[in-house]
């Protein structure tokens, strides 16, 4: 006969049961200690007459639930996670397995399996990763056999640094009330670090704007202002850390390229846009947050997409940002827009510019970015006095015009060479000879002695 093993519920029932039916207690006493009714004391009884103690056990006790995770299933996730997906946190890689490998599985027995691997999560706490350090100098002590992912170290190459915390802020009240904006550099793709510009409603938590670029430059955060201004409208304030971008400081020899807060700051003055600045990372909280959760899940998109340049990966940002808005920020009716209307896509073009200062030299052109342009006005060419001062404008998509006072005029590159020649290029290619190399005479000093040579050896 084999041992039957009770649990301490059944344990209690059994021996109640018992003195029951051996009648060392009364029915009633019974029905009251085991808070059930007499009718129920009676079946009981009736069972362990009829099987004794094995009648106790609960019919479930052997049996596995419908929803248990074979061990096939378990193995396969493991798989996937220490070689496709090995620098997801553990939230991702749940999203991850139902978009691209159809696995349909919960966060905590997800959470379970890949624990019991050895596996913790790049966002988990910072006492979860104190107690799994220490768990693994323990085992490393008793010298007692690691896991997998133990030996490959991963429970503690695949943490980050614990962050400081950042004091918690209340959302402003409207959509638009203030957008915060930063750059973060990053290994986002490929083997060159990138800028990625982004800027954040504070209200709603949407990402409104971002951009990648290869440095934190003027035309990053201009590339985030034109997405707001095309797909929201107008905000009332920005909030940035204290960048050339936005503060500017003097130089010895400042120039109008380099003064980039007359540059951010005029466009933003002209759109009636508040422009903040803080040195303090923790003011602007959200965006920095968002950051660390972007450096978390788009690495691993981005790789798995196999985007290796920055205009993939800007092309690729359009849908992504869709996708992460509508999982993580907070829903478009919670709260009313303050977006000003939106503007033309004129006003947006020259509102987005960059002004610098020129004087005209002798031979009535302006020299800008290494290249040479003079003034026309309606396809005419206007001479202009040396030494006159203009302001030369670089709209947002690349054109540019000059302004001489009330005047405004068309510049166009001064070319190296005239148009026209062009037409005696084919004419110069076919009448000119080709080199083919000086071959000297026999008789040359350079060659005498190679041509007496040859001459012995066809002798002989």
Not at 50 to 64: C, P, S
Not at 119 to 146: A, G, M, V
Not at 167 to 182: H, N, S, T, V
Not at 259 to 276: R, S
């Amino acid at each position: 006969m084999r041992k039957v093993d009770l649990r301490m519920n059944e344990q209690i029932k059994f021996e109640t049961i018992k003195r029951a039916a051996s009648k060392e207690i009364t029915v009633k006493r019974a029905a009251i200690k085991l808070n059930c009714t007499i009718r129920t004391v009676y079946n009981l009884i009736k069972i362990y007459l009829e099987k004794g103690k094995l009648g106790f056990i609960h019919g479930n006790r052997t049996r596995k639930p419908s929803t248990t995770i074979s061990h096939e299933l378990k193995s396969r996730i493991i798989k996937l996670y220490q070689d496709t997906y090995f620098d997801a946190n553990f939230y991702h890689f749940k999203d991850l397995l139902g978009e691209r490998e159809t696995i349909k599985i919960s966060y905590n027995a997800l959470y379970k399996i890949l624990s019991n691997a050895g596996y913790i999560s790049p966002k988990c706490n910072k006492i979860t990763t104190r107690n799994k350090i220490k768990e693994l100098r323990k085992k490393l002590e008793d010298k007692t056999k690691l896991t997998k992912a133990e030996e490959d170290y991963v429970a503690i190459t695949n943490l980050q640094d614990p962050y400081l915390a950042h004091p918690r802020k209340p959302r402003a009240k409207y959509q638009g009330e203030l957008i915060q904006m930063d750059a973060s550099q990053h290994l986002w793709f490929g083997e060159t670090k990138s800028h990625l510009h982004l800027a954040i409603d504070d209200a709603s938590g949407q990402i409104v704007g971002a951009y990648f670029d290869p440095q934190e430059t003027l035309h990053g955060y201009y590339q985030v202002l034109y997405q707001i201004l095309k797909t929201r409208g107008i905000p009332a304030s920005f909030l940035t850390d204290r960048r050339t971008v936005f503060e500017y400081s003097k130089l010895k020899n400042p120039s109008d390229e380099k003064d980039t807060f007359t540059q951010f700051g005029y466009a933003c003055h002209q759109l009636g846009i508040d422009l903040n600045t803080t040195s303090t990372p923790q003011t602007k909280g959200r965006v920095e947050r968002v950051f660390g959760t972007l450096q978390s899940r788009l690495i691993i998109e981005l790789r798995l997409e196999g985007i290796t340049c920055i205009q993939e990966a800007n092309k690729f940002l359009n849908s992504y940002l869709k996708k992460f808005n509508e999982q993580f920020a907070v829903p478009l009716d919670y709260t009313k827009s303050v977006y000003d209307t939106q503007i033309t896509d004129e006003k947006i073009n020259y509102t987005l510019a960059i002004i610098s200062k020129r004087k005209v030299d002798n031979g009535n052109s302006i020299k800008y970015k290494k290249h040479y342009y003079q003034f026309y006005l309606q396809d005419s060419l206007v001479c202009v006095n040396p030494k006159t001062e203009c302001c030369v404008l670089e709209a947002f998509d690349g054109s540019l015009i000059a302004a001489i006072g009330d005047e405004i005029y068309e510049i166009r590159e001064l070319l190296k060479n005239h148009n026209h020649s062009k037409m005696f290029d084919s004419e110069m290619m076919e009448s000119k000879p080709k080199y083919k190399g000086h071959k000297p005479e026999d008789c040359h000093p350079w060659t005498y002695y190679s041509y007496k040579e040859r001459q012995r050896s066809k002798s002989a």
